[in-house]
């Protein structure tokens, strides 16, 4: 079935540093593939997407690009704020129903 | 416009007893899932709906019912609680399957005794 491995964390870095948050994934079908983000106490919101091969999504300096052929979909930033602390989930979505399957989740917490 | 409401917010059961959480949507979206959420785990899917009278399994569905009676709601059923099912459960919704991105609730808290 459809799987998705996330970086472990918790990852911490000081405001300004760059971020990286690794991401592959496997997949039967031709799936969609996301970046959710939870901020304390609250749901998960949409990061940013990609559709198709070679789609780069991109939201608040995030930025992620859809690698069929490492099926890879990395989370970058090039400075993290403080209030970019949050959980970061990647995930896939395929099936009929366009279930999301999710990473497991990598926590980040940016220091001032 | 609301988006996606989840109640309650938080619950305590003993083991045995049962409870039902809503999930309600003001959207228009046809597809609506449950997920729980557990430590180190990420969300797993519990049960979807394609849309209203609809309902399928997910990843993980014993232990749990759902009914979509009317289309901006999904209910999810806990016969008799069990303490393997303390989690943080999400409501989630989507519009279509072209329009894919899912949109999350809150989340209701369940713990278990």
């Known amino acids: 079935g459809d799987s998705v491995t996330q970086m472990e964390g918790p990852v911490t870095l000081s405001e300004e540093a760059f971020l990286t948050i690794n991401c592959t994934y496997t997949?039967?079908?031709?799936?969609?593939l996301f970046w959710y983000v939870q901020y304390p106490g609250e749901g998960l919101q949409l990061l940013l997407k990609a559709t198709k091969a070679d789609d780069k999504g991109s939201n608040k300096g995030f930025e992620a690009t859809y690698r069929k052929e490492t099926t890879s979909f990395h989370l970058e930033k090039g400075s993290v704020q403080v209030s970019d602390s949050a959980v970061y989930f990647c995930a896939l979505s395929d099936g009929s129903a366009r279930q999301l399957t999710f990473g497991s989740g990598t926590q980040l917490t940016v220091l001032p | 416009n609301a988006g996606v409401t989840q109640t309650p917010k938080f619950r305590v059961l003993k083991t045995g007893q049962s409870m039902t959480l809503l999930c309600a949507q003001d959207m228009n979206h046809e597809y609506m899932y449950w997920y729980r959420q557990d430590p180190g785990m990420g969300l797993r899917l519990i049960h979807y709906s394609v849309g209203e009278g609809t309902t399928a399994k997910g990843e993980v569905p014993d232990g749990y019912n759902v009914s979509r009676l009317k289309k901006q709601n999904f209910l999810l059923g806990l016969e008799s609680a069990a303490p393997s099912q303390t989690s943080v459960y999400f409501c989630?919704?989507?519009?279509?399957?072209?329009?894919?991105?899912?949109?999350f609730g809150p989340g209701t808290r369940l713990l278990v005794l």
């Open positions: 997949a039967t079908g031709y799936p969609s």
């Open positions: 989630a919704s989507s519009y279509s399957v072209t329009k894919e991105t899912q949109y």
